[in-house]
């Protein structure tokens, strides 16, 4: 099976910078994903990454290490509606997703 | 294009009744996918089609469990014989496999069983 490892719960303030950490199993990997999940809503995809580095879209990069099985995502300039779970997902070699259990980062005032 | 469609979205039914679950996915999309959530849990892999070909089931699902696409486009997912431990939303989503796209995946909204 495939084990995906991140942090359970993290609180950060408006306005900061907050990295999300997540590590794989390298084996029969082919991606890896970040979706955001809003309580009570459906996961939307965030970022991917399938080559080593950082990848950035506005607020949000998402960085990959391939030889570490290591992943994370990174959010500045932290609003309120950040506020979610944030879900690493590994796919592997037959373009399966695997999702982690995900971070629940909770933004205070 | 309307998205991943799910019905029903909410299911209610008693021990040992069997449901079925209806997943509409996004027209060109190849790959559809189900998964199952608890609550603070992330999406747990159920099973996932390529077109209409069943490509893997989890090996922690029952034989109760049983999903189908057999048009290669809109899908079923069925439990027979409801637990109480059943009870989750179950996630549809859909995708597209292609060469040069990331084949991210397009949830729908989940049908949310409850098994008394």
Known sequence: ?109 | DTGVSQNPRHKITKRGQNVTFRCDPISEHNRLYWYRQTLGQGPEFLTYFQNEAQLEKSRLLSDRFSAERPKGSFSTLEIQRTEQGDSAMYLCASSLRAEGNTGELFFGEGSRLTVL
């Open chain 1, 1 to 109: 099976g495939q084990n995906i490892d991140q942090p359970t719960e993290m609180t950060a303030t408006e306005g900061a910078i907050v990295q999300i950490n997540c590590t794989y199993q390298t084996s029969g990997f082919n991606g890896l994903f970040w979706y955001q999940q809003h309580a009570g809503e459906a996961p939307t995809f965030l970022s991917y990454n399938v080559l080593d580095g950082l990848e950035e879209k506005g607020r949000f990069s998402s960085f990959l290490s391939r030889s570490k099985g290591y992943s994370y995502l990174l959010l500045k300039e932290l609003q309120m509606k950040d506020s979610a779970s944030y879900l690493c997902a590994e796919t592997t070699g037959g373009f399966k997703t695997i999702f982690g259990a995900g971070t629940r980062l909770f933004v205070k005032a």
